[in-house]
């Protein structure tokens, strides 16, 4: 099924990506979503986006008979494209469109922490990583990484008890050393039956701010962070992190 997934300078809209299921955000007036209240606040332009195809004959990974939540779809067309106007981070494109793990492990902190996380990674059976990052002209940083594994309850193991703990991250990340959940995080901007755990850079924070959010939707974790010098601009985060759920379903 197509579905058109655009934020124009008027209206912020989602369509739905599947018969019957509406999404938080679609047919709301801007100012019903918490902090997209005027026109000038930040939002950026994607390009219309299709959902993935699937081999024929293949459930999608939230249908009641997928039991292992499969993402049957190339992983590698999951990745939300970068935005117009956007300069794309060549550096995460990988080999084929594959990343390697130590290139994900190079967004944390501590040694410890990545070494941990490698293992707990390559024991939980890690198959893939496909990733994407972009700069903005407003000076906003993002990358994005998609990991599939072989079931959605390994998936939902490791989001839950390794990366994604309410109220701060397991692990930090090299920008953004003292995070805690964004409780200013719109319900809106959720999805139905994909979770995800948002964090935000605590003041004082330096030079620049950090968001990140993590995603699990059935076989895949998803990692997004943008940050930003001075503030992170909490829109272009929501809306980031809203498509590339919407992508994952």
Known sequence: MRATLRWT??????????????????????????????????????????????????????????????HYADLRALVLPAPQGATVDKALSGTDGWLATKDLLSEYAEKEDREELGKQLSESGLRHIAARGWSTPDGTHTRIYLLQFDTAAVADDLFGRVLAPYGSPHHALRDAPDSV??????????IQDITASVYVESKPYG???????????????????????????????????????????
């Open 207 to 249: 030079g620049e701010q950090t968001r990140h959010a993590y995603i699990s939707a059935g076989d895949v974790l998803a990692l997004v962070v943008q940050s930003r010098k001075g503030a992170a601009n909490p829109v272009p985060f929501q809306q980031t992190v809203t498509l590339q759920s919407q992508l994952l379903g």
């Open 9 to 70: 300078a008027a209206v912020l809209a989602f369509a739905a990506f599947g018969a019957g299921t509406a999404y938080g955000i679609a047919g709301m007036e801007r100012t019903d979503v918490p902090g997209l209240g005027t026109v000038s606040d930040g939002r950026w332009v994607y390009p219309t986006l299709t959902k993935a195809p699937l081999p024929s004959g293949s459930p999608g990974p939230l249908d009641a008979e997928n039991k292992a939540g499969s």
């Open 181 to 190: 959940s964004d409780e200013h995080f719109p319900d809106a901007a959720r």
